[in-house]
């Protein structure tokens, strides 16, 4: 199974240029993940046109249409993605194998214990000391491969342009 993973897509940016992109990259995947903080509904709307979407809430927007924790097992992984990791207890993370968050705006591909946490980072607003633009496909099979996605900067666009 494949997927695109994706997390705090806000701020300013041309919004069917990134979905373009994205179009691209998660050609192929089954499901595309995005772990919270989308800024628009127009970023999520065209994530749907490109494929089965799964979302956690976040809290920009927060909005109650969305679960704020998702669990699930894929093959002989057991998983949880949430979009503040700080804001779970410990111990609901040391019952998975794979822990997807976001909020940080900072990619993470890290083991602790048992347990591999990934953050896609941000697509498109690097903040809290993160620089770069980035998102990840997942694909699990033998084992469980995760590449970082490198995304570029979308100019703003008149017309086309979200600001969150």
Same mark, same amino acid.
């Given at each position: 199974?494949?997927? $695109? ?12 240029a990134l979905l373009g992109h994205l179009a691209?990259?998660?050609? $192929?995947?089954?499901? &595309?993940? @995005? !772990?919270?903080?989308? $800024? ?19 809290? !920009?927007?927060?909005?109650?249409r969305y679960p704020m924790t998702i669990e699930?097992? &894929?093959g002989r992984w057991r998983l949880g993605m949430? @979009? ?8 609901? !993370? !040391? ?5 997807? @968050?976001? @909020? ?40 469980? &491969? ?19």
């Amino acid at each position: 199974m494949k997927i $695109g993973l994706i997390a705090d897509t806000q701020g300013s940016f041309d919004v069917p240029a990134l979905l373009g992109h994205l179009a691209r990259e998660f050609a $192929g995947v089954d499901e &595309i993940w @995005h !772990a919270g903080d989308w $800024g628009s509904e127009e970023v999520l709307s065209g994530l749907r046109e490109l494929g089965r979407l799964v979302v956690v809430n976040g809290n !920009a927007p927060d909005d109650s249409r969305y679960p704020m924790t998702i669990e699930g097992t &894929i093959g002989r992984w057991r998983l949880g993605m949430v @979009h503040d990791l700080a804001k779970r207890p410990a111990r609901w !993370a !040391a019952g998975f194998n794979v822990i997807i @968050h976001g @909020h940080t705006h900072r990619w993470r591909d890290e083991v602790v214990g048992r347990t591999r946490f990934i953050n896609p980072g941000t697509a498109t607003r690097p903040q809290f000391g993160g620089t770069e633009r980035t998102m990840a496909r997942l694909t699990f099979a033998g084992d469980l &491969i995760v590449e970082k996605l490198i995304v570029p900067k979308f100019a703003k666009a008149p017309g086309n342009m979200i600001s969150t």
